[in-house]
């Protein structure tokens, strides 16, 4: 499959933004992000349940859009430490059991990532 990312942008500090990644049907999808000079971090999944990253927790939602086949990340009061590449990937096999992961090596597909860059 292939995952499109998109709706990154640059943006003021406490601003917000939508990220999409589609097609989302049948997988579960995963957001990493990757600033410069940094390795790749989990920030969020879904499955039949979402997860968060204790970084980003009560500042960004992910949800689903069945009819749209598109998950979105919602990110909210963002930060310049936000500044990063961000990329969705797909999960089949935690689609089927409902339990989304956060370890790369169980997504087999991903984005091309979209750039979020915070700053004033």
């Known amino acids: 499959v292939q995952l499109q990312a998109s709706g990154g942008g640059l943006v003021q500090p406490g601003g917000s933004l939508r990220l999409s990644c589609a097609p989302s049907?049948?997988?579960?999808i995963g957001w990493f992000r990757q600033a410069p000079g940094k390795e790749r971090e989990w920030v969020s999944c879904?499955?039949?349940?979402?997860k968060y990253a204790d970084s980003v927790k009560g500042r960004f939602t992910i949800s689903r859009d069945n009819a749209k086949n598109t998950v979105y990340l919602q990110i909210n009061s963002l930060k310049p430490e936000d500044t990063a590449v961000y990329y969705c990937?797909?999960?089949?096999?935690?689609?089927?059991?409902?339990?989304?992961?956060?370890?790369?090596?169980?997504?087999?597909?991903w984005g091309q990532g979209t750039l979020v860059t915070v700053s004033s």
């Open positions: 990937a797909a999960d089949r096999a935690a689609y089927r059991t409902g339990i989304c992961r956060a370890l790369p090596r169980f997504y087999e597909w």
């Open positions: 049907e049948f997988y579960a």
């Open positions: 879904i499955s039949s349940s979402t």
